[in-house]
């Protein structure tokens, strides 16, 4: 905004699926690429970040897990091999971020048992056999459970013509 504050726009339940949609591709594509380069230290780190995101849901805090979520998930983006899909990936995020604060409905009382849709372990173990296919499969599924989630437990606006960016 002109006045240096930031303004998060309301997203449409038909917009919020295809952005996941985009996600699954992109996403997926980059993990299966980055199964192929991926190393040594390059996997402690991604372990590492693994094991942060489930102590951040088992603490319970929201903010914290979905930080350790970018992390973990782009600490193997960055490995793919290509600059421009990691732009593409960034700026889809951009989009839909925000909005995956969302994710804790449903959890308030227990956010560890978002782990019940949380597939990090799996996309680990695929990286560690280096079997890009599967790492692929987990992160889509890790991506369209979350998105599932959200779209049952959510509140949308209701739809109208909104033009192509709404």
């Known amino acids: 905004m002109p006045n240096g504050s930031v303004e998060v ?13 985009v996600r699954t591709i992109l ?3 980059a993990t299966e690429f980055a199964t192929k380069l991926i190393n040594g230290n390059n996997l402690r780190t991604i372990r590492r970040h693994c094991t942060d995101l489930t102590l951040a849901a088992r603490k319970g805090d929201i ?26 990936i960034e700026t889809v995020w951009m989009q839909v971020g925000p909005f995956l604060r969302n994710l804790a409905m449903g959890f308030e009382d227990d956010l560890a048992s978002i782990l019940d849709i949380d597939y990090h372990e799996e996309i680990v173990a695929a990286i560690e ?6 790492a692929r499969a987990a992160i889509v599924r890790d991506i369209d459970e979350g998105a599932t989630h959200i ?3 959510a509140r949308f606006p209701e739809p109208r013509n909104q033009g192509a960016y709404s």
């Open 27 to 29: 996403e997926g594509s």
């Open 129 to 134: 056999a280096q079997d890009g296919e599967r």
């Open 151 to 153: 779209l049952q437990q």
């Open 9 to 21: 726009p309301v997203i449409s339940a038909e917009r919020f699926s295809q952005l996941t949609a």
């Open 63 to 88: 903010d914290d897990y979905l930080r350790k979520n970018h992390d973990f998930k782009f600490s193997i983006y960055r490995h793919c091999g290509n600059e421009q899909m990691i732009f593409l």
